[in-house]
T-cell receptor, first 110, second 117 residues
């Protein structure tokens, strides 16, 4: 079993819809949770960073962490074609390396 | 701020040759840099962690003699793929962190695509 599980998709939604992404994890030592966006043939770009259970909002993005269920989510409101990319969740135990999920491909159709 | 660059962005080489990839933090000093490899439609796999002035720490299964890492300064780390073979063809991405104890703020470079013929 992988430490971090993420549905690979692809997830196809119409423009303007809400994109819902999630990851589950098994390592209870993970304390920091991140979401990255990666366009094809580019490096990952940090979107959201959280370290406590609950919600964190930044513009159209909302990150949600439920440590009791070992489950994190990312919601993208009012999705745009430019949001089409692969979204990677990543987690870190204190003072340790990042562990990435496999990534979910998202396609927002105009 | 927090920009990481990589050079070259892509490289094609013959089997058996060595290739050097540079990773630079442009506007901050990075105490720790990381090298990742990403195969098509797969996630990032950490290869090694390098701290300025010390030897790199390699992940299990990564050959340290094949993937030479040098972190000579706080703004530059290099990865040399020695005696490259077609199976080494991949997307290599570096990241840089300001604080080695709070590695959650990793900034990624744009990646280097390597094709070994």
């Amino acid at each position: 079993q992988k430490e971090v599980e993420q549905d690979p998709g692809p997830l196809s939604v119409p423009e303007g819809a809400i994109v819902s992404l999630n990851c589950t994890y098994s390592n209870s030592a993970f304390q920091y949770f991140m979401w990255y966006r990666q366009y094809s043939r580019k490096g990952p770009e940090l979107l959201m960073y959280t370290y406590s259970s609950g919600n964190k909002e930044d513009g159209r993005f909302t990150a949600q962490v439920d440590k009791s269920s070992k489950y994190i989510s990312l919601f993208i409101r009012d999705s745009q074609p430019s949001d089409s990319a692969t979204y990677l969740c990543a987690m870190e135990a204190a003072g340790n390396k990042l562990t990435f999920g496999g990534g979910t491909r998202v396609l927002v159709k105009p | 701020g927090a920009v990481v660059s990589q050079h070259p962005s892509w490289v094609i080489c013959k089997s058996g040759t060595s290739v050097k990839i540079e990773c630079r933090s442009l506007d901050f000093q990075a105490t720790t840099m990381f090298w990742y490899r990403q195969f098509p439609k797969q996630s990032l796999m950490l290869m090694a962690t390098s701290n300025e002035g010390s030897k790199a720490t390699y992940e299990q299964g990564v050959e340290k003699d094949k993937f030479l890492i040098n972190h000579a300064s706080l703004t530059l780390s290099t990865l040399t793929v020695t005696s490259a073979h077609p199976e080494d063809s991949s997307f290599y991405i570096c990241s840089a962190s300001v604080d080695s104890f709070t590695q959650e703020t990793q900034y990624f470079g744009p990646g280097t695509r390597l094709l070994v013929l």
